[in-house]
């Protein structure tokens, strides 16, 4: 294993023999799937794995290799930022060739734009990475904790009939159903689907016993060793389309002279306000340099700019269309493309064409 050391690290010893050569790499971020109730106010604060490890004793019955790295400090999803994205580029990174697969412990508040992030960030990925966490805490009596996590080590253990790993990419595992992590949203909060996939098919779905469709699968064709990005372009608005917009407000947002992106989320098929002021607004924030994304505000579906008269004046101003993506997957491939290129017409060619399986050609 690499000399890096990287925080606070467990060893979970199975109660049986270990059968299976195979290891996993539990990266523990933090997360509701490890709180537990203050005992003064009830608000819920994160604790260490071990208790996890007492609450899921069925950890111990893996016939494989399971390591533990937690984060220190745990951190609460909402506050992740791209500096957290880098670390978990650099924990995968730096010890994909000493496992087979990788689980991420994670808050779903922003586990989808981490697993939009660590797809787009990550080259030569031909392990599983799949992110999961869960609505109850792991020590509440209903909680979906141990599902989500015992289904994640099963799945990130598979093999294909050529000892290959079977899934290989960025993934996120929720309430038996694993789907392509730049392409899931979070759409409940009281709900144990806490996520959805709306424009692609899931990859596997858990029941008695758990079902792969193989045909929906991605492999990165990027055959050279693993690598991970080690800054973002933060230089990114998202702007979301409102009835009612305030025209001063909006031109000193795309007026800021470090803006380099915008992922401008619309109406519909892609459509926007045909107001002069706006039009004009965004054609000159183009012709500064700065790239500008179409991204539907509705959960399914995706833009056809130019269908509508409405949204025709985006094509001839140079606004893009970001196809069936996410916001999550449009807001980092823009921050990643933004960082690997400084021209943009690099970045314009390739944020409609499918890196990582993220839009539909």
């Known amino acids: 294993m690499t000399n890096r050391t990287y925080y606070k690290t467990v060893n979970i010893n199975s109660t049986g023999p270990k059968t299976s050569e195979t290891s996993i790499l539990i990266i523990y971020t933090g997360g509701t799937i490890g709180m537990d109730s203050h005992p003064e106010n009830g608000s819920l604060i994160p604790f260490d ?148 996939s709306y424009n692609y098919p899931s990859l596997a779905e858990a029941g008695i016993f758990i079902e792969y469709k193989r045909e929906t699968f991605w492999k990165d064709p990027i055959n050279s060793p693993v690598r991970s990005m080690k800054k973002f372009e933060s230089n990114v608005l998202l702007l979301k389309i409102f009835p009612g917009m305030s025209k001063d407000f909006i031109n000193q947002m795309l007026n800021n002279k470090k803006l380099r992106g915008v992922i401008l989320e619309t109406y519909g098929s892609g459509n926007v306000p045909t107001s002069s002021w706006f039009i004009e607004l965004l054609e000159k924030t183009v012709k500064r340099g700065v790239v500008i994304v179409n991204i539907s505000q509705c959960t399914g579906g995706m833009v056809m700019q130019g269908h509508y008269a409405t949204s025709a004046k985006l094509n001839k101003i140079g606004v893009l269309s970001g196809k069936d993506m996410t916001t999550e997957a449009a807001v980092t491939k823009l921050m990643c493309l933004l960082t690997k290129y400084k021209d943009t017409e690099s970045v314009k060619k390739l944020i409609g064409i499918p890196l990582k399986g993220e839009l539909s050609v």
Request: proline content about 3%; aromatic content about 10%; overall charge negative.
């Open 49 to 196: 794995f071990e208790k996890i490890i007492d609450a899921v004793p069925e950890l111990r019955a893996f016939d494989f290799e399971l390591t533990v790295i937690s984060l220190d400090p745990l951190i609460d999803s909402s506050d992740i930022t791209t500096d957290h994205w880098v670390q978990l580029g650099n924990l995968i990174e730096d010890f994909y060739e000493d496992f087979d697969g990788f689980v991420i412990l994670h808050g779903t508040d922003t586990m989808a734009y981490t697993a939009s992030a660590l797809s787009f960030m990550l080259d030569g990925v031909h392990k599983p990475v799949i992110l999961t966490g869960s609505q109850l805490p792991i020590g509440a009596k209903r909680t979906d904790a141990r599902e989500n996590l015992m289904s994640s080590l099963e799945i990130a253990s598979e093999r294909d009939d050529n000892g290959e790993m079977l899934v290989q990419e960025v993934c996120i595992c929720f309430n038996n159903k694993l789907l392509r992590g730049n392409r899931a949203k979070k759409s409940q909060n009281f709900n144990f689907t806490a996520f959805r």
